[in-house]
Protein backbone atom coordinates (compact mmCIF):
# COMPACT_ATOMS: atom_id res chain seq x y z
CA UNK A 1 0.00 0.00 0.00
CA UNK A 2 2.96 2.44 0.70
CA UNK A 3 3.65 1.75 -2.70
CA UNK A 4 0.43 2.79 -4.10
CA UNK A 5 0.50 6.24 -1.86
CA UNK A 6 3.98 6.88 -3.23
CA UNK A 7 3.05 6.41 -6.72
CA UNK A 8 -0.24 8.58 -6.24
CA UNK A 9 1.58 11.09 -4.58
CA UNK A 10 4.67 11.15 -7.82
CA UNK A 11 1.88 11.41 -10.07
CA UNK A 12 0.12 14.69 -8.22
CA UNK A 13 2.93 17.14 -8.96
CA UNK A 14 4.07 15.82 -12.14
CA UNK A 15 -0.16 17.19 -13.03
CA UNK A 16 0.73 20.38 -11.00
CA UNK A 17 3.47 20.94 -13.20
CA UNK A 18 1.86 20.80 -16.15
CA UNK A 19 -0.77 22.80 -15.57
CA UNK A 20 1.68 25.29 -14.41
CA UNK A 21 3.25 24.73 -17.91
CA UNK A 22 -0.01 25.61 -19.94
CA UNK A 23 -0.69 28.57 -17.88
CA UNK A 24 2.84 29.94 -18.89
CA UNK A 25 2.08 28.39 -22.89
CA UNK A 26 -1.09 30.01 -22.50
CA UNK A 27 -0.06 33.81 -21.97
CA UNK A 28 3.04 33.41 -24.13
CA UNK A 29 0.25 32.19 -26.92
CA UNK A 30 -2.02 35.39 -25.66
CA UNK A 31 1.42 37.45 -25.92
CA UNK A 32 2.06 36.41 -29.72
CA UNK A 33 -1.43 37.55 -30.19
CA UNK A 34 -1.54 40.88 -29.05
CA UNK A 35 1.51 41.56 -30.76
CA UNK A 36 0.12 40.51 -34.21
CA UNK A 37 -3.02 42.73 -33.44
CA UNK A 38 -0.56 45.55 -33.14
CA UNK A 39 0.95 44.79 -36.02
CA UNK A 40 -2.73 44.76 -37.89
CA UNK A 41 -3.33 47.94 -36.90
CA UNK A 42 0.00 49.63 -37.55
CA UNK A 43 -0.40 48.13 -40.49
CA UNK A 44 -4.19 49.33 -41.30
CA UNK A 45 -2.69 53.18 -40.20
CA UNK A 46 -0.21 53.20 -42.22
CA UNK A 47 -1.74 52.23 -45.40
CA UNK A 48 -4.94 54.68 -44.55
CA UNK A 49 -2.53 57.64 -44.22
CA UNK A 50 -1.13 56.64 -47.45
CA UNK A 51 -4.24 56.50 -49.58
CA UNK A 52 -5.09 59.89 -47.47
CA UNK A 53 -1.95 61.57 -48.74
CA UNK A 54 -2.54 60.03 -52.30
CA UNK A 55 -5.96 61.30 -52.61
CA UNK A 56 -5.53 64.60 -51.69
CA UNK A 57 -2.51 64.42 -53.79
CA UNK A 58 -4.91 63.36 -56.45
CA UNK A 59 -7.58 66.47 -55.31
CA UNK A 60 -4.82 69.27 -55.05
CA UNK A 61 -5.76 72.14 -57.31
CA UNK A 62 -3.10 72.80 -59.78
CA UNK A 63 0.05 74.79 -59.28
CA UNK A 64 0.11 78.39 -59.75
CA UNK A 65 1.23 78.99 -63.32
CA UNK A 66 0.25 75.02 -64.55
CA UNK A 67 -1.76 75.20 -67.59
CA UNK A 68 -4.82 72.85 -67.33
CA UNK A 69 -6.10 71.58 -70.04
CA UNK A 70 -10.11 72.44 -70.60
CA UNK A 71 -12.47 69.26 -71.05
CA UNK A 72 -12.88 68.59 -74.68
CA UNK A 73 -16.89 68.24 -73.46
CA UNK A 74 -17.36 71.89 -73.23
CA UNK A 75 -16.51 72.89 -76.66
CA UNK A 76 -17.62 76.38 -77.65
CA UNK A 77 -18.82 77.23 -81.61
CA UNK A 78 -15.48 78.53 -82.33
CA UNK A 79 -14.04 75.26 -81.59
CA UNK A 80 -15.89 73.60 -84.18
CA UNK A 81 -14.90 75.45 -86.85
CA UNK A 82 -11.85 73.09 -86.95
CA UNK A 83 -13.61 69.98 -87.72
CA UNK A 84 -15.52 71.71 -90.95
CA UNK A 85 -14.55 70.78 -93.92
CA UNK A 86 -12.51 73.56 -96.27
CA UNK A 87 -14.39 72.35 -99.66
CA UNK A 88 -18.41 71.90 -98.55
CA UNK A 89 -18.91 71.88 -102.11
CA UNK A 90 -17.39 68.58 -103.06
CA UNK A 91 -18.06 67.01 -99.56
CA UNK A 92 -20.43 63.80 -99.07
CA UNK A 93 -22.02 62.95 -95.98
CA UNK A 94 -20.54 60.11 -94.21
CA UNK A 95 -21.22 57.75 -91.74
CA UNK A 96 -19.66 56.47 -88.11
CA UNK A 97 -20.73 53.53 -86.19
CA UNK A 98 -20.77 52.33 -83.00
CA UNK A 99 -20.32 49.01 -81.83
CA UNK A 100 -23.67 47.30 -80.96
CA UNK A 101 -24.95 48.06 -77.78
CA UNK A 102 -27.00 45.92 -75.36
CA UNK A 103 -29.28 46.99 -72.41
CA UNK A 104 -32.20 46.40 -70.27
CA UNK A 105 -35.65 47.04 -71.45
CA UNK A 106 -37.88 49.06 -68.33
CA UNK A 107 -40.11 45.41 -68.05
CA UNK A 108 -41.26 44.62 -64.99
CA UNK A 109 -40.98 41.02 -64.10
CA UNK A 110 -38.95 40.21 -67.18
CA UNK A 111 -35.41 40.54 -67.94
CA UNK A 112 -35.44 41.32 -71.76
CA UNK A 113 -32.85 42.67 -73.51
CA UNK A 114 -32.46 44.72 -76.86
CA UNK A 115 -29.14 44.91 -78.85
CA UNK A 116 -28.95 47.99 -81.17
CA UNK A 117 -26.47 49.09 -83.87
CA UNK A 118 -26.09 52.41 -84.46
CA UNK A 119 -24.80 54.41 -87.37
CA UNK A 120 -24.40 58.02 -87.64
CA UNK A 121 -24.60 59.92 -90.87
CA UNK A 122 -22.90 63.39 -90.27
CA UNK A 123 -23.43 66.52 -92.28
CA UNK A 124 -21.22 66.64 -95.22
CA UNK A 125 -20.02 70.57 -93.83
CA UNK A 126 -17.74 68.00 -91.13
CA UNK A 127 -14.28 67.07 -92.44
CA UNK A 128 -14.70 63.11 -91.72
CA UNK A 129 -10.74 62.45 -90.85
CA UNK A 130 -11.10 65.66 -88.17
CA UNK A 131 -13.94 64.65 -87.25
CA UNK A 132 -13.53 60.83 -86.45
CA UNK A 133 -10.88 61.75 -83.97
CA UNK A 134 -13.49 63.95 -82.23
CA UNK A 135 -16.31 61.42 -82.14
CA UNK A 136 -13.75 58.73 -81.11
CA UNK A 137 -13.28 60.77 -78.08
CA UNK A 138 -16.33 60.70 -76.89
CA UNK A 139 -17.71 57.26 -78.41
CA UNK A 140 -17.60 55.93 -74.70
CA UNK A 141 -20.17 58.88 -73.59
CA UNK A 142 -22.47 58.14 -76.72
CA UNK A 143 -22.11 54.41 -75.77
CA UNK A 144 -23.44 55.42 -72.19
CA UNK A 145 -26.16 57.59 -74.15
CA UNK A 146 -27.40 54.90 -76.09
CA UNK A 147 -27.62 52.61 -73.20
CA UNK A 148 -29.48 54.86 -70.95
CA UNK A 149 -32.18 55.54 -73.57
CA UNK A 150 -33.12 52.07 -74.09
CA UNK A 151 -33.12 51.39 -70.44
CA UNK A 152 -36.54 54.07 -70.75
CA UNK A 153 -37.81 51.90 -73.29
CA UNK A 154 -40.31 49.44 -72.31
CA UNK A 155 -41.03 46.45 -74.91
CA UNK A 156 -44.11 48.74 -76.27
CA UNK A 157 -42.40 51.43 -77.50
CA UNK A 158 -39.87 49.56 -79.16
CA UNK A 159 -42.97 47.40 -81.73
CA UNK A 160 -44.46 48.69 -84.81
CA UNK A 161 -42.35 51.06 -87.54
CA UNK A 162 -43.78 54.44 -85.90
CA UNK A 163 -41.64 53.20 -82.92
CA UNK A 164 -38.40 52.46 -84.31
CA UNK A 165 -38.63 55.99 -86.10
CA UNK A 166 -39.18 57.77 -83.24
CA UNK A 167 -36.24 56.10 -81.85
CA UNK A 168 -33.95 57.41 -84.42
CA UNK A 169 -35.58 60.69 -84.30
CA UNK A 170 -34.83 60.86 -80.71
CA UNK A 171 -31.51 59.39 -80.51
CA UNK A 172 -30.39 61.77 -83.18
CA UNK A 173 -31.68 65.21 -81.51
CA UNK A 174 -29.39 63.27 -78.36
CA UNK A 175 -26.52 62.83 -79.99
CA UNK A 176 -26.67 66.65 -81.35
CA UNK A 177 -27.01 68.05 -78.35
CA UNK A 178 -24.83 65.92 -76.88
CA UNK A 179 -21.72 66.04 -79.55
CA UNK A 180 -22.93 69.75 -80.84
CA UNK A 181 -23.95 71.62 -77.81
CA UNK A 182 -23.06 75.49 -78.58
CA UNK A 183 -23.61 74.52 -82.41
CA UNK A 184 -25.93 73.33 -85.46
CA UNK A 185 -27.15 70.12 -85.41
CA UNK A 186 -24.91 68.27 -87.59
CA UNK A 187 -26.03 64.15 -87.02
CA UNK A 188 -28.36 64.14 -89.98
CA UNK A 189 -29.76 60.96 -89.55
CA UNK A 190 -29.69 57.33 -87.56
CA UNK A 191 -29.69 54.57 -89.19
CA UNK A 192 -30.02 51.14 -86.91
CA UNK A 193 -27.82 48.61 -88.04
CA UNK A 194 -29.36 46.32 -85.64
CA UNK A 195 -32.10 45.85 -83.45
CA UNK A 196 -33.06 43.17 -81.83
CA UNK A 197 -34.97 42.41 -78.88
CA UNK A 198 -33.96 38.93 -76.88
Known amino acids: MADKKEKKEAKAPEKGAEKKESDGGGKAGSGSFGLIAWLVIV ?19 PAEGEVVEE ?13 YTETPAEAKSWSYDLE ?16 VG ?7 EL ?6 GYLDEREAV ?8 VAGLSLEKVKGSTSL ?19 KPLVRRVFLREFAIQ
Open 118 to 124: VSLEMSP
Open 100 to 115: PIVGNLDEAGSMRFLR
Open 142 to 149: MKDFVTTY
Open 165 to 183: NRIKKELRDGFNEMLFPEG
Open 71 to 83: PKENLTKESYNEL
Open 127 to 132: DATKSK
Open 43 to 61: CVSLAGMVGGFALAQLMAA
